[in-house]
Structure formats: C-alpha cells, structure tokens
C-alpha cells in the first residue's frame, strides 16, 4: 500500500482563518471554518495519514533565539480568545481523524521537517499545507508544500520565479538577505538581487566565501560579515533530527473519531 502523509501546519492555517473571521472572540466560527478547511484538504489529498503540528504557545522562538537573541522578538502574540480556544479547536479537529502534535520547546517547522524528510526519504508521498515558504528547503520528488489559501503548490519552479535560487539554497539566500518578518539581519548591503546572482555563480554561502572568483563589490561584505551569514543561514535552515517518539502507524487516518 502506498503512503501519502499529510502534515498540517497547524497556527500557520489557524491564525490565518482567526484573522479573517469578523468577530476575533468567536471562537466557535473559527472552529467551524478550519473544521471544513480540513475536510476540503483530506477530500482533495486523500491522505493514508495525517497530523497537525502546533508550536508550544508559551514557546515559539525555541533553539534560534538562543543564537540570535531578536530572532522573532517583534512577533504578534497570539490573541487571547484564540489561545484559550487552542484545545477546543485540537478536540474538533480530532474528531475529523487528525491528531495534534504539540512541540515541547522545538519551533513546529522543525518537527515538521524531521517528520517529513523522515517518511519522504524512504520514497513515501508527503504533502505539508502550509503558506510558510520556509518549507520549500524541503523539496523532494516524493515531498511538496500546499498553500491552501492561494490554491498553489509551493514547488522548484515557484521558488525560482520567487527567489531565482535552487529549493536547496534557500537557506544560504536567506542567510544573505536575512528574513526581515523574523528579525533576521543577514548580510548588510546584500538584498535579493545580489543574493541570487551570488548564488547564481556558486551552490553555497561557503563557495563564495572561499573563491577569488567572487566579484569584489561581494568581497568585502562577506570578508566583513561571514559569521553573520553563517548564523542566519543556520536559523533560516530546518532542523531534521528530532526525537519525535511516535511512528507512521500512529498517523493512519481512518475518518473521522466517533464522539466521547
């Protein structure tokens, strides 16, 4: 039997149907409208198995913070009526078939990408939704990323249009440019276009850096600031290595739970 995962990103789609609702304290339309989002995406996906992966809500800047201390330090709390509804929303969304996945401290990207890789890297379909673009790094001929909302897939061929880079250098693009929402500096004086000439010309942040090749207006930036290139790319980079303490059988989807 074939196997197709399907991996929720769970705030990501949350936060982005609680933005929309009129009335933020209406807890029970949001649960409504993510209750049929989900059913629309296992109608159209038909997963073998699926899960939904949240950050810890009193922990959502994890490991990154601890190198670079402004890493997200600006984010939007999440709003009061929505944190409190967080397990109401876990139960309904069990009820479909979905169970919830809470991190312990590791940011949801990253237990994401573990989980992921893990069953695409023994040539099994995975699909994670999720508008999040940080996930193209991720791409494989057996893993691809949804943006429900846009009704796109997230592929190599939106990467170049987007970026003019490689799904695999992602993390060295962004190491250049930084990540501006999540208060990731980069290199000053690099933005996207030279990034992506950069890394038109060699595969890494670590190539360019070690070749004379690299044009002299490049040269004295990263002689100046490798280091942070350095840290930034490792922040913008997935981790992949988790103990997550479950395995694929515990993910079967088999409709929807009868209620307790």
Known sequence: MSIHLVIIDALNLIRRVHSAQPDPSDIARTITTTTRT??????????????????????????????????????????????????????????????SLLSDGDEADDLVATLATKVAGHGEKVTIISTDKGYCQLLSPTLQIRDYFQHRWLDAPFIDAEFGVKPEQLGDYWGLTGISSSQVPGVPGIGPKAAKEILTQFSDIEQAFASDALPAKYRKKLDEHINAARKCKSIASLKSDIELGFNLQDLRYNGPNEAE
Do not use: C
């Open 38 to 99: 989900l059913n629309r995406i296992i109608s159209e996906s038909q997963p073998t198995h699926i899960i939904a992966v949240f950050d810890h809500h009193l922990q959502e800047r994890g490991w990154r913070a601890d190198i670079l201390p402004e890493y997200k330090q600006n984010r939007k709390p999440m709003p009061e009526p929505l944190m409190q509804g967080l397990e109401s929303i876990q139960d309904a969304w069990w009820k479909l078939g979905i169970d």
